[in-house]
């Protein structure tokens, strides 16, 4: 067992490279005077290695590890939306947006029409009657909003 500064001297390296490979994970951190000499020397060449045959070195391989899972990822998450747009359990929004423009149309039209349409039928007839005529008359548009519209294909 030895120390930093002995491994150091040791593999012929400095102190700021040791530090570099503990942190990217070349060589594991061990207690003070903990370090074996061999196996820091056998981590340090396989790291040298790996980066002279274009390999990387080992922080390189975990940060592409991480990068393949995440792209796995997504691409799980993407074929699940692309799944269930299949089976109809989502909607363009363009086909919803156009829905409910073609209702509030229809509302705003039967809206605009009814005081001319209710003022020729409740002429002079009793409170009673009227509020029967228009009740009438607002049931029969919000029974008209309610019939389900058939969905047109966005395709």
Known sequence: MATILEVCRWCGISRTTFHDAVRRGVITKRPRGEHDVRE????LIKDRQAVKGGHG????????SEARTALARE???ALKLKNAVARREYVSLAVVRREVETMFAILRERLVSMPRKLASSCGMREQREVEEVMRDEVYELLEELSKPIPLLDDT
């Open 40 to 43: 820091v020397a056998r981590a």
């Open 57 to 64: 070195d080992l922080a390189t391989k975990l940060k592409l």
């Open 75 to 77: 691409q799980t998450a």
